[in-house]
């Protein structure tokens, strides 16, 4: 079994409630994803911010676990890929990223990696915001 760290979770949230139309649990799968992931590239922090922007709920992964390689970006979201210092490391199918895509969009949203650097890594899950009743 894998075993994960604990690691300090900040979670940065609007003063108001924030609704997104979709499967509650669905949005848990992709967020504990992202944060396994994070844990899983030996983040000692991992920064949770969801805003409001337009139609959309934006809800952004933070980590400092060093990035994914430039040469390795266009492929992470491949069923079954695994980045090189992954692979050697920390068990896993290569699945977790390209499902939690797929749950982002078969809600009406997306999962992209927004940014990546030496240091660290953001994903950006946005989702529908309900319609105005
Ligand atoms: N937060 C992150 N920081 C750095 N690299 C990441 C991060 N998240 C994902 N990656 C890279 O993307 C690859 C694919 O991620 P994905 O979640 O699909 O697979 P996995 O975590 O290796 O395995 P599984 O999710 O099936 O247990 C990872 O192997 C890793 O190289
Ligand atoms: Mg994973």
């Known amino acids: ?16 409630d924030i ?5 509650q649990g669905q949005f848990k799968q992709i967020l504990t994803n992202l944060i ?7 983040a000692t922090e991992v920064a949770v911010d969801a805003a409001v922007a337009g139609v959309d709920i934006i809800i952004e992964v933070r980590d400092n676990g060093g990035g994914s390689r ?6 992470i979201f491949e069923r079954y890929y695994r980045g090189s210092s992954r692979r050697k490391k920390k068990q896993g199918l ?3 990223l390209p499902l939690s895509r797929l749950l982002a969009r078969a809600n009406g ?6 940014a990546t650097s030496e240091a660290d890594a953001v994903f950006r899950l946005s989702l529908p915001k309900p319609p105005a009743p």
Not at 36 to 42: L, R
């Open 36 to 42: 396994m992931n994070s844990s899983a590239a030996g």
């Open 109 to 114: 949203g997306d999962l992209v990696l927004h």
């Open 1 to 16: 079994m894998p075993s994960f760290a604990s690691i300090p979770l900040h979670a940065v949230l609007p003063d108001e």
């Open 94 to 96: 290569g699945l977790g």
């Open 19 to 23: 609704e997104c139309e979709g499967d």
């Open 70 to 75: 430039e040469s390795e970006v266009p492929f």
